[in-house]
């Protein structure tokens, strides 16, 4: 099993940035697939980036694409989500979250079934 812990969430302003970071603990962190999703105020929630157990493929959200990047550090056991010229939009509470899988390499890990969540972080976005 593995318990994804989320930190890094504040209040920016439009334009700005911020780098999330969720460190997952246990030995077993390479064989889980990771994800980023949010929920926002009223909203249901929603996928926003997803990584491989590799890193070598990732996925994201049409309204995030170009603007936030996932990766990896499996030596620190540890998923960023650095997300740039951040909108009004973006104001969510995000979640890290794990999905296991024996493949270590695939092209679509959006589509796993993410089951091990973190408690989220508060992202705001206004001026």
């Known amino acids: 099993q593995v318990q994804p812990v989320e930190s890094g969430g504040g209040l920016v302003q439009p334009g700005g940035s911020l780098r999330l970071t969720c460190a997952a603990s246990?030995?077993?962190?390479?064989?889980?697939?990771m994800g980023w999703f949010r929920q926002g105020p009223g909203k249901e929630r929603e996928f926003v980036a997803a990584?491989?157990?590799?890193?070598?493929?990732?996925n994201y959200a049409e309204s995030v694409k170009g603007r936030f990047t996932i990766s990896r550090d499996n030596g620190k056991n540890t998923v960023y989500l650095q997300m740039n010229n951040l909108k009004p939009e973006d104001t969510a509470v995000y979640y890290c979250?794990?999905?296991?899988?024996?493949?270590?390499?695939?092209?679509?890990?959006?589509?796993?079934?993410?089951?091990?969540w973190g408690q989220g972080t508060q992202v705001t976005i206004s001026s």
């Open positions: 990584i491989d157990r590799s890193g070598a493929n990732t």
């Open positions: 979250a794990a999905a296991f899988t024996t493949a270590s390499a695939l092209l679509n890990p959006r589509n796993l079934r993410y089951d091990n």
């Open positions: 246990g030995r077993t962190f390479t064989s889980y697939a």
